[in-house]
């Protein structure tokens, strides 16, 4: 069974820190790499995607791979309040779905 | 910006009886998704759709589901004779090409099965 970890939280930084979210999978052919966000009774929302080894940086999100490692990351720099939310890890498994872990709950205190 | 979109947004039906559940994924995506989320757990898998045929599903989507693209637009998920576990939030979305990329969320269909 693939499947994708992450710790469910909540994890709490105060406004202004830097937020880091882990997360690892089992399946060592995941190709691609995923970060969604998601408010509580709300769709996910694409905030992050990576495809290589290394960092990618968009704003004030940083997304890490190691494929070696079997571990992706998502780093959320100057923290905000509207940033409290479920991150959800998503990971290609084969061609054509994704597999989600559980998400972790972030909560940015003001 | 083009959005995936979703009707109902919320559905109550009885067990046994049969709902759809309605799609626009975005105009120039070509492979389609549903997805659905019971409360408190994770966003699972059901089915990927591309060229008018289903490409992989998953365990979950048993007889009961049929997916359908009835005209240019508009896709569907249909589950036949609903069972109070089918209640839950259900995720329509779409990708440009095959899943090594990004996949774009509709709003969600709440169904609620009594």
């Known amino acids: 069974q693939k499947e994708v970890e992450q710790n469910s939280g909540p994890l709490s930084v105060p406004e202004g820190a830097i937020a880091s979210l882990n997360c690892t999978y089992s399946?060592?052919?995941?190709?691609?790499f995923f970060w969604y966000r998601q408010y509580s009774g709300k769709s996910p929302e694409l905030i992050m995607f990576?495809?290589?080894?290394g960092d990618k940086e968009d704003g004030r999100f940083t997304a890490q791979l190691n494929k070696a490692s079997q571990y992706v990351s998502l780093l959320i720099r100057d923290s905000q309040p509207s940033d409290s939310a479920t991150y959800l890890c998503?990971?290609?498994?084969?061609?054509?779905?994704?597999?989600f872990g559980t998400g972790t709950r972030l909560k940015v205190l003001a | 910006e083009p959005e995936v979109t979703q009707t109902p947004s919320h559905q109550v039906t009885q067990m046994g009886q049969e709902v759809i559940l309605r799609c626009v994924p975005i105009?120039?995506?070509?492979?389609f998704y549903w997805y659905r989320q019971i409360l408190g757990q994770k966003v699972e898998f059901l089915v990927s759709?591309?060229?008018?045929?289903?490409?992989?599903k998953s365990e979950i989507f048993d007889d009961q589901f049929s997916v359908e693209r009835p005209d240019g637009s508009n896709f569907t998920l249909k589950i036949r004779s609903t069972k109070l576990e089918d209640s839950a939030m259900y995720f329509c979305?779409?990708?440009?090409?095959?899943?090594?990329?990004?996949?774009?969320f509709g709003p969600g269909t709440r169904l609620t099965v009594t």
């Open positions: 399946d060592r052919g995941s190709q691609s």
């Open positions: 990576i495809y290589s080894n």
């Open positions: 105009s120039n995506h070509l492979y």
């Open positions: 979305a779409s990708s440009r090409q095959e899943s090594s990329y990004e996949q774009y």
């Open positions: 998503a990971v290609t498994s084969g061609t054509y779905k994704y597999i």
């Open positions: 759709f591309y060229n008018n045929e289903i490409s992989e």
